[in-house]
């Protein structure tokens, strides 16, 4: 299985940007479809962005659309999420997931989890 560890959360103003990072660990990364989700406190863990095994495929959320990139890079084992323009609305506690196939954008498709990292939008 695969291990994984995200970093990069923080306190921001609205209109700022931060940078998510996922690294993992243990098996082999390239091997994993990887996804980006979010939770707020009393809501439900949404969709967010999600990557293909290669990075040459990409989906992204309608409401993160224009302002989130997701990416990775196999050779450091790691997945990014480059988050601009944010909101408050953004605000949340956001998750990596990994999977063994293809592209997913729910939370029950994902194997494999992180322990999240809080993203605090001040308006």
């Known amino acids: 299985q695969v291990q994984l560890v995200e970093s990069g959360g923080g306190l921001v103003q609205a209109g700022g940007s931060l940078r998510l990072s996922c690294a993992g660990s243990g098996r082999t990364f390239s091997n994993y479809a990887m996804g980006w989700f979010r939770q707020a406190p009393g809501k439900e863990r949404e969709f967010v962005a999600a990557i293909n095994r290669s990075g040459s495929n990409t989906v992204h959320a309608n409401s993160v659309k224009g302002r989130f990139t997701i990416s990775r890079d196999n050779a450091k084992n790691t997945m990014y999420l480059q988050m601009n323009s944010l909101k408050p609305e953004d605000t949340a506690v956001y998750y990596c997931?990994?999977?063994?196939?293809?592209?997913?954008?729910?939370?029950?498709?994902?194997?494999?989890w992180g322990q999240g990292t809080q993203v605090t939008v001040s308006s």
């Open positions: 997931a990994a999977r063994n196939i293809g592209l997913a954008v729910t939370p029950r498709d994902y194997n494999y």
